[in-house]
């Protein structure tokens, strides 16, 4: 299924206008006429039935992974290797079977949540204001240009606040659902229960909100990256006590640590981390500071595939469209951090340049659970 847009009646001025879900192949209609989303050859069936792209009990267990703090990803009702992943982390924690499957124990420890897999969400102004940078440049000079890293269009904002993908709420509510002010859609039921930032400066606190980030009670003592699983497990209890590894500059080799510390998993993300150019750096580092809505300093000549790698820098302003997201972690190696990410459906699928990359939603959960100056273990 190709990626949908969002085709605004009247565009420009009438931003907030009531728009029409739209396939991207649809041609562009005139000024003021709304397209509808009739993919050729394709009819629209119910989430949760045969022919829907969504399965129900996959995606209700992906809605209560994501409350409970084990998220799978993108809420989008499909079985993956992230999603058995997130299942066994949810298993180790509540001290059930790890077999990384749904089975009858883990469907009835999830279910105990009492919370429904959707929520019809009548739209706000708020939720559907931008700014949005639509087309939305692909080259670092020309987002050099932008005042801010903002959304392409309504349906990719609030496809983030939910935790999903665009081509899930056309999914859950069929082509001829309309998005904007005033408007009403099904969408995964995963409104936080708690938003009190407490240490939140007033101004980043929205942010938080408006992608229903739960500052609920699960609180961390330190973190463990598993090159291996590709996950990153908030621990309760107690770090390693050796010396932090020592940064040996770009390209070092380091040795995994063999103590992983004394800890109980309380939380568990996926995450995309390094590659064969940025390998994972191992060992014992420590997060020592936290930016939110960061601006980005790129540097070209630290880019394996930069296209211009003597282009020089570029200062890109923040938004949660701009390569590190929402918030950027800082870790003791240098140009090395935990941070969010534009492009949410690639978690767990994808390499990085060596940095660890959650959904914005999930880095900034991250950073409710634990406090700057933690530990940090990165192992094979």
Known sequence: MTPKAILMAGLGAVALAVVTVANASTPTPAPGQPAMMKPAGQGWVPPGTPGSPVDGSIFHAQVLLDVAGFPSGVID????????KSISGFQQAHNLPDTGQLDDATRTALLAQNRPALIEVKLTADQVAGPFVNPFPKMPEDQAKLAFMGYRNMLEEVAEEFHTTPDTIVALNGP?????????LKLPNVVAANQKYDGVKDDIKPWFARLNVDAGAVQGDYIVVSKKEGVLRVMKGTPPAGALTKDRGKGAKYAAPKDLGQGQVVAQFPVTMGSSHDPLPFGLWKVTTYAFLPPFHYQPDLFWDAKDPEGGDKRLKPGPNGPVGLAWLDLTKEHYGI?????????????????????????????????PGFKAVFTS
């Open 339 to 371: 941070h969010g990410t534009a492009s949410p459906d690639t978690i767990g699928r994808a390499e990085s340049h060596g940095c660890i990359r959650l959904s914005n939603w999930d880095v900034l959960r991250l950073s409710q659970m634990l406090k």
């Open 176 to 184: 001829d659902a309309k998005i904007g002010v005033g408007e009403t």
């Open 77 to 84: 009702g499909k079985k993956g290797a992230v999603f058995a």
